[in-house]
T-cell receptor, first 114, second 114 residues
Framework: AQSVTQLDSQVPVFEEAPVELRCNYS??????LFWYVQYPNQGLQLLLK??????LVESINGFEAEFNKSQTSFHLRKPSVHISDTAEYFC????????????FGTGTRLTVIP | DTEVTQTPKHLVMGMTNKKSLKCEQH?????MYWYKQKAKKPPELMFV???????INESVPSRFSPECPNSSLLNLHLHALQPEDSALYLC?????????????FGAGSRLTVL
């Protein structure tokens, strides 16, 4: 069973427009949620994380995500995208406090159009 | 130092060759990981080491042999690989095991098997 689902494989958006990348997870235990970004031909960089506490988490470059337990979602949003945001975005989850495997979604390719 | 360093960045090898991928971190992290990422796919866990001991082996073929000589180094020895093993190999580290430990990834080693 898929632990984390990213429904949108590709999201094209015009520069300075808002964007939402969707992520849903399936778990009955406590979860730890992450968004990683991968620029072309590079490794993964942590964008933001939800471990506990405030359900709204923010990154330093304007992205934010909200943990919604009732909807089992952790959607990523940015109010105004830049060309440099073009990349692959992966939602990931660790299921349970004692778990060690970071499960990745299938990724969403964000393309910002000038 | 907040980086995970992987060498080489690119590797081309024949099916009869023996080669190694190397990973190094100096953040004092005690858990280290190998992930495999095929083109346009999410990363998949291969191995987890905790305190230099193999903790998880995700049923990886024996032609991949991990080694953790000390707490800062993680190697992946490659022998008799197949063309389908061509992928981006990502190393990661975290302070410890368990859900709240955030993984820091290296830039990856891109392997091509001829």
């Amino acid at each position: 069973a898929q632990s984390v689902t990213q429904l949108d494989s590709q999201v094209p958006v015009f520069e300075e427009a808002p964007v939402e990348l969707r992520c849903n997870y399936s778990s009955s235990v406590s979860v730890y949620l992450f968004w990683y970004v991968q620029y072309p031909n590079q490794g993964l960089q942590l964008l933001l994380k939800y471990l506990s506490g405030s359900t709204l988490v923010e990154s330093i470059n304007g992205f934010e995500a909200e943990f919604n337990k009732s909807q089992t979602s952790f959607h990523l949003r940015k109010p105004s995208v830049h060309i440099s945001d073009t990349a692959e975005y992966f939602c990931a989850v660790i299921l349970g406090a004692g778990a060690n495997n970071l499960f990745f979604g299938t990724g969403t390719r964000l393309t910002v159009i000038p | 130092d907040t980086e995970v360093t992987q060498t080489p960045k690119h590797l081309v090898m024949g099916m009869t060759n023996k080669k190694s991928l190397k990973c190094e971190q100096h953040m004092g992290h005690r858990a280290m990981y190998w992930y495999k990422q095929k083109a346009k796919k999410p990363p998949e866990l291969m191995f987890v080491y905790s305190y230099e001991k193999l903790s998880i082996n995700e049923s990886v073929p024996s032609r991949f042999s991990p080694e953790c000589p000390n707490s800062s180094l993680l190697n992946l020895h490659l022998h008799a690989l197949q063309p389908e093993d061509s992928a981006l190999y990502l190393c990661a580290s975290s302070q410890g095991l368990g859900g709240a430990n955030v993984l820091t990834f290296g830039a990856g080693s891109r392997l091509t098997v001829l």
